[in-house]
Protein backbone atom coordinates (compact mmCIF):
# COMPACT_ATOMS: atom_id res chain seq x y z
CA UNK A 1 0.00 0.00 0.00
CA UNK A 2 2.93 2.61 0.75
CA UNK A 3 4.57 1.71 -2.70
CA UNK A 4 1.33 2.14 -4.03
CA UNK A 5 0.94 5.77 -2.72
CA UNK A 6 4.45 6.59 -3.20
CA UNK A 7 4.16 5.64 -6.83
CA UNK A 8 1.04 8.00 -7.22
CA UNK A 9 3.09 11.06 -4.92
CA UNK A 10 5.55 10.75 -7.51
CA UNK A 11 3.23 11.37 -10.34
CA UNK A 12 1.14 13.70 -8.82
CA UNK A 13 4.94 15.55 -7.75
CA UNK A 14 5.67 15.54 -11.40
CA UNK A 15 2.79 16.88 -12.88
CA UNK A 16 3.01 19.97 -11.20
CA UNK A 17 6.31 20.70 -11.69
CA UNK A 18 4.86 20.49 -15.12
CA UNK A 19 2.73 22.59 -14.95
CA UNK A 20 4.30 25.06 -13.17
CA UNK A 21 6.84 24.89 -16.37
CA UNK A 22 4.37 25.58 -18.97
CA UNK A 23 2.00 28.29 -16.61
CA UNK A 24 4.49 30.01 -14.18
CA UNK A 25 1.14 32.15 -12.94
CA UNK A 26 -0.77 29.87 -12.97
CA UNK A 27 -2.01 31.00 -16.50
CA UNK A 28 -1.31 29.80 -19.99
CA UNK A 29 1.67 32.65 -21.20
CA UNK A 30 0.00 34.03 -24.56
CA UNK A 31 2.16 34.46 -27.38
CA UNK A 32 3.90 37.87 -27.38
CA UNK A 33 2.77 39.70 -30.66
CA UNK A 34 4.74 42.08 -32.58
CA UNK A 35 4.23 44.72 -35.22
CA UNK A 36 5.31 44.20 -38.80
CA UNK A 37 5.28 45.78 -41.33
CA UNK A 38 4.27 44.86 -45.22
CA UNK A 39 7.77 45.40 -47.55
CA UNK A 40 6.96 45.41 -51.56
CA UNK A 41 8.61 46.77 -54.31
CA UNK A 42 5.16 46.50 -56.19
CA UNK A 43 1.90 44.85 -56.43
CA UNK A 44 0.16 42.95 -52.81
CA UNK A 45 0.73 40.29 -50.29
CA UNK A 46 -1.14 37.17 -50.08
CA UNK A 47 -2.42 36.31 -46.96
CA UNK A 48 -2.99 32.77 -46.89
CA UNK A 49 -5.39 29.99 -44.70
CA UNK A 50 -2.08 28.48 -43.43
CA UNK A 51 1.63 28.41 -43.51
CA UNK A 52 2.87 27.68 -47.18
CA UNK A 53 1.48 28.91 -50.87
CA UNK A 54 -0.39 25.66 -50.98
CA UNK A 55 -2.85 27.29 -49.20
CA UNK A 56 -5.86 29.43 -49.93
CA UNK A 57 -5.98 33.08 -50.69
CA UNK A 58 -7.83 34.74 -47.98
CA UNK A 59 -6.94 38.16 -48.28
CA UNK A 60 -3.97 40.85 -49.40
CA UNK A 61 -2.27 43.57 -47.81
CA UNK A 62 -0.41 46.67 -48.92
CA UNK A 63 2.99 47.93 -49.16
CA UNK A 64 3.62 49.39 -45.65
CA UNK A 65 0.43 47.94 -43.90
CA UNK A 66 0.79 47.33 -40.50
CA UNK A 67 0.22 43.73 -39.07
CA UNK A 68 -0.08 41.76 -35.84
CA UNK A 69 2.70 38.87 -35.82
CA UNK A 70 1.47 36.05 -33.60
CA UNK A 71 3.94 33.94 -34.17
CA UNK A 72 8.00 34.06 -33.90
CA UNK A 73 9.42 36.29 -36.39
CA UNK A 74 11.64 33.90 -37.25
CA UNK A 75 9.90 31.45 -38.90
CA UNK A 76 9.44 31.22 -42.78
CA UNK A 77 5.74 31.88 -42.77
CA UNK A 78 4.18 34.50 -40.16
CA UNK A 79 1.06 33.81 -38.04
CA UNK A 80 -0.89 37.25 -38.02
CA UNK A 81 -3.98 38.59 -37.02
CA UNK A 82 -6.60 38.77 -39.79
CA UNK A 83 -10.48 39.45 -39.70
CA UNK A 84 -10.69 37.77 -35.82
CA UNK A 85 -9.00 34.86 -36.91
CA UNK A 86 -5.03 34.10 -38.30
CA UNK A 87 -4.27 34.58 -41.70
CA UNK A 88 -0.26 33.76 -42.78
CA UNK A 89 1.84 35.41 -44.69
CA UNK A 90 5.37 35.01 -45.73
CA UNK A 91 8.58 36.04 -43.97
CA UNK A 92 10.26 37.40 -46.81
CA UNK A 93 7.88 40.59 -47.17
CA UNK A 94 7.18 41.37 -43.64
CA UNK A 95 10.16 44.12 -41.71
CA UNK A 96 10.17 44.76 -38.12
CA UNK A 97 11.67 48.02 -37.27
CA UNK A 98 14.52 47.86 -34.40
CA UNK A 99 15.98 50.62 -32.70
CA UNK A 100 19.86 51.84 -34.25
CA UNK A 101 21.66 54.98 -33.19
CA UNK A 102 22.90 57.74 -34.38
CA UNK A 103 26.16 57.26 -34.16
CA UNK A 104 26.29 53.73 -35.05
CA UNK A 105 24.86 54.19 -38.12
CA UNK A 106 26.87 57.07 -38.81
CA UNK A 107 30.27 54.93 -38.12
CA UNK A 108 28.79 52.24 -40.68
CA UNK A 109 28.12 54.45 -43.46
CA UNK A 110 31.66 55.96 -43.17
CA UNK A 111 32.76 52.44 -42.85
CA UNK A 112 31.90 52.03 -46.41
CA UNK A 113 33.07 54.56 -47.97
CA UNK A 114 36.59 54.75 -46.07
CA UNK A 115 37.09 51.17 -48.00
CA UNK A 116 35.99 52.65 -51.21
CA UNK A 117 38.80 54.66 -50.84
CA UNK A 118 41.17 51.95 -50.89
CA UNK A 119 40.78 52.26 -54.12
CA UNK A 120 42.53 55.05 -55.43
CA UNK A 121 42.11 57.40 -58.74
CA UNK A 122 46.04 57.11 -59.52
CA UNK A 123 46.55 53.51 -59.28
CA UNK A 124 45.05 50.53 -61.22
CA UNK A 125 43.99 47.50 -60.30
CA UNK A 126 42.88 44.10 -61.42
CA UNK A 127 39.36 42.64 -60.51
CA UNK A 128 40.72 40.16 -57.99
CA UNK A 129 42.35 43.15 -55.70
CA UNK A 130 39.37 45.39 -56.20
CA UNK A 131 37.18 42.55 -54.51
CA UNK A 132 39.97 41.29 -52.26
CA UNK A 133 40.01 45.16 -50.99
CA UNK A 134 36.13 46.20 -50.91
CA UNK A 135 34.84 42.43 -49.89
CA UNK A 136 34.70 43.74 -45.87
CA UNK A 137 31.94 46.33 -46.75
CA UNK A 138 30.77 45.63 -50.39
CA UNK A 139 28.83 42.61 -51.67
CA UNK A 140 30.29 40.88 -54.43
CA UNK A 141 27.47 41.72 -56.75
CA UNK A 142 27.47 45.46 -56.01
CA UNK A 143 31.60 44.95 -56.24
CA UNK A 144 31.15 44.02 -60.08
CA UNK A 145 28.34 46.81 -60.81
CA UNK A 146 31.13 49.38 -59.49
CA UNK A 147 33.83 47.58 -62.09
CA UNK A 148 31.09 47.71 -64.99
CA UNK A 149 29.56 50.73 -64.53
CA UNK A 150 32.25 53.33 -62.86
CA UNK A 151 36.01 52.39 -63.97
CA UNK A 152 37.17 52.18 -66.77
CA UNK A 153 40.35 49.18 -68.36
CA UNK A 154 42.66 50.75 -70.57
CA UNK A 155 45.76 48.63 -69.74
CA UNK A 156 46.92 45.28 -68.73
CA UNK A 157 49.59 43.66 -66.16
CA UNK A 158 52.20 41.37 -67.24
CA UNK A 159 49.67 38.29 -66.64
CA UNK A 160 47.54 39.70 -69.37
CA UNK A 161 44.73 40.49 -66.43
CA UNK A 162 43.10 43.68 -67.42
CA UNK A 163 43.67 46.64 -64.87
CA UNK A 164 40.69 48.79 -63.70
CA UNK A 165 40.67 52.47 -62.55
CA UNK A 166 38.04 54.72 -61.62
CA UNK A 167 36.20 56.53 -64.71
CA UNK A 168 36.57 60.66 -64.61
CA UNK A 169 32.97 61.61 -64.22
CA UNK A 170 31.64 63.78 -61.78
CA UNK A 171 28.16 61.46 -61.63
CA UNK A 172 29.23 58.05 -61.10
CA UNK A 173 26.67 54.90 -61.05
CA UNK A 174 27.38 53.18 -58.09
CA UNK A 175 30.57 54.96 -56.41
CA UNK A 176 29.08 56.48 -53.37
CA UNK A 177 28.95 60.02 -51.47
CA UNK A 178 29.86 60.33 -48.16
CA UNK A 179 27.00 62.28 -46.45
CA UNK A 180 26.77 65.09 -44.54
CA UNK A 181 26.71 64.02 -41.15
CA UNK A 182 26.43 67.64 -39.66
CA UNK A 183 23.82 68.62 -41.98
CA UNK A 184 25.26 71.94 -42.76
CA UNK A 185 24.72 71.50 -46.24
CA UNK A 186 21.72 69.47 -46.81
CA UNK A 187 18.36 69.68 -45.79
CA UNK A 188 18.36 67.51 -42.53
CA UNK A 189 20.94 65.06 -41.18
CA UNK A 190 20.90 61.55 -42.23
CA UNK A 191 17.89 59.71 -41.62
CA UNK A 192 18.21 56.34 -40.50
CA UNK A 193 16.42 53.32 -40.89
CA UNK A 194 17.36 50.14 -38.96
CA UNK A 195 14.85 46.49 -39.56
CA UNK A 196 14.93 42.95 -39.15
CA UNK A 197 13.18 41.13 -42.51
CA UNK A 198 13.42 37.18 -43.20
CA UNK A 199 16.03 36.53 -40.20
CA UNK A 200 18.55 39.21 -41.31
CA UNK A 201 19.58 42.75 -40.59
CA UNK A 202 18.99 45.50 -43.27
CA UNK A 203 20.27 49.58 -42.99
CA UNK A 204 19.11 52.34 -44.68
CA UNK A 205 20.55 55.64 -44.46
CA UNK A 206 19.27 58.55 -46.30
CA UNK A 207 20.02 62.14 -46.82
CA UNK A 208 18.29 64.96 -48.97
CA UNK A 209 21.07 67.13 -50.03
CA UNK A 210 20.65 70.65 -52.25
CA UNK A 211 23.73 73.03 -53.16
CA UNK A 212 24.65 75.29 -55.97
CA UNK A 213 25.30 71.87 -58.33
CA UNK A 214 22.28 69.83 -57.57
CA UNK A 215 19.56 68.41 -55.62
CA UNK A 216 19.87 65.12 -54.92
CA UNK A 217 18.34 62.15 -52.56
CA UNK A 218 21.28 59.85 -51.50
CA UNK A 219 19.86 56.62 -50.02
CA UNK A 220 22.41 54.10 -48.96
CA UNK A 221 21.67 50.10 -48.38
CA UNK A 222 23.13 47.77 -46.13
CA UNK A 223 23.04 44.44 -44.99
CA UNK A 224 24.59 42.34 -41.82
CA UNK A 225 26.50 39.48 -42.51
CA UNK A 226 28.14 37.85 -39.99
CA UNK A 227 29.73 40.85 -38.11
CA UNK A 228 29.99 43.29 -41.16
CA UNK A 229 27.60 45.58 -42.55
CA UNK A 230 27.76 45.29 -46.41
CA UNK A 231 26.60 47.65 -49.04
CA UNK A 232 23.96 45.56 -51.48
CA UNK A 233 21.98 48.93 -53.05
CA UNK A 234 23.19 52.49 -53.79
CA UNK A 235 21.17 55.31 -55.25
CA UNK A 236 20.66 59.58 -55.85
Not at 191 to 198: H, L, Q, R
Request: glycine share 6%; hydrophobic share 40%.
Amino acid sequence: MKLFLSKWLFVLLAAIVIMAAFFPNGKAQAASVRTGYVDLDAGTLNVRSGPGKTYDIIGALSDQQKVSVTSSPKKAWLAISWRGGTGYVSAEFIRFYTPMSFTKAKEIGQRAVAYQKKISSTHSYTVATIHRKLAPAFTSAYINKLIHYDMDSFEKNRYGEKLYTWRGTDFPYYAIWDFDWSGKEATSKPVITSYMKNNQHYLKIYQHKINDMYNSHQSLYLKLYGDQWKVYHYRW
